[in-house]
């Protein structure tokens, strides 16, 4: 009985062991599920612009719709390329998008370095008012901009699609909140050495930002690769036109089938770079994003 009762208890750790190891598989198993099912949801947009760019007019303004293809045809980038200049409005895209990345850069990190390192009276009410300018709609503040960016001849160049999207408050915050926290003593130590503020933002604190600065550099270029109304307004002059407000454009006539086999093609132009963008840069982007959130 002794025997008999000492291996029953024997055993009883075991099972409860089993049991342990069994819960987090389980958990494992519905987080993978999660992911595939969240992967699913957000990929299958992009397979569907894929699919209806290669296949054939007639299949794509079909109903029921049809998914697959009967055959793959490059009819829909060829009649991209005949309505719109694709690679010039490429190209404009990319000098926007990028050159309003390179001013956000260089004035949000100026802003948030002082309001995240730099004592001076009125500081929190500044960052206040900064914050309660992201509650105006741009919609609001289109029409005097676009009267100051005509008055001053900035209609249909760069300069006029640029300089007014060239800091952004929003950025401004991410890399604040990124700044306060790095530890204090990096400032003070830089003073003792006889630093100044210039030399302790740019030596000591902007290299210590760069996944905040990454993840800001991604945000403003996607989103202003993806601007639609700003472009649209700004430019006539298809040299100028970024490609997004040239798709824009690509539409039927009254009395015609609006070709949605070509702007799928574009759209799928339009996607691929971000895409290969965020896979080139994602594991500094998700570190960026969780850092920003440590400390507000």
């Known amino acids: 009985m002794t025997t008999t009762a000492a291996v029953v208890t024997a055993s009883r750790p075991s099972r409860s062991r089993r049991a342990s190891t069994r819960a987090p598989l389980a958990e494992r198993v519905l987080v993978v599920i999660g992911l595939v099912a969240l992967l699913f949801i957000t990929a299958f947009p992009v397979v569907v612009i894929a699919l209806a760019a290669l296949s054939p007019q007639s299949e794509v303004n079909q109903w029921p719709p049809r998914l697959i293809p009967s055959h793959v045809t490059l009819d829909n ?5 005949e309505r719109l ?11 926007f998008a990028g050159a309003v990345t390179l001013c956000s850069l260089a004035l949000n990190t100026l802003a948030a370095y002082a309001l995240a390192r730099m004592d001076f009276r009125g500081r929190g009410v500044l960052l206040a ?22 008055s001053l001849g900035w209609v249909n160049t760069f300069i006029g699609l640029v300089i007014p999207r060239a800091a952004d408050v929003a950025g401004i915050f991410l890399l604040r909140q990124f700044m306060i926290t790095l530890p204090r003593d990096l400032d003070s130590a830089a003073r003792i050495d006889g630093a100044g503020e210039f030399r302790i933002f740019w030596s000591v604190i902007l290299p210590n930002t760069k996944p905040a600065l990454l993840t800001m550099a991604l945000f403003t270029f996607v989103g202003n690769w993806n601007d639609l109304l700003w472009p649209l ?50 594991r500094r982007f998700v570190e960026g994003v969780a850092m920003t959130g440590l400390k507000g």
Not at 85 to 95: D, G, R, T
Not at 143 to 149: E, M, R, S, V
């Open 129 to 150: 008012v900064l914050i309660a300018t992201m509650m105006v709609p741009f919609q609001a503040l289109l029409l005097p901009i676009y009267q100051i960016a005509s």
């Open 233 to 282: 307004i700004m430019t006539s002059d298809s040299e100028v036109r970024p490609l997004t407000a040239g798709l824009a454009l690509v539409t039927g006539s009254a009395t015609a089938t609006a070709p949605y086999g070509v702007m799928m093609a574009g759209a799928l132009i339009a996607v691929l770079p971000l895409v290969i963008l965020y896979l080139v840069v994602q």
């Open 77 to 81: 980038f060829a009649g991209l390329l």
């Open 85 to 95: 200049p694709v690679f010039q409005q490429s190209w404009n895209s990319l000098v």
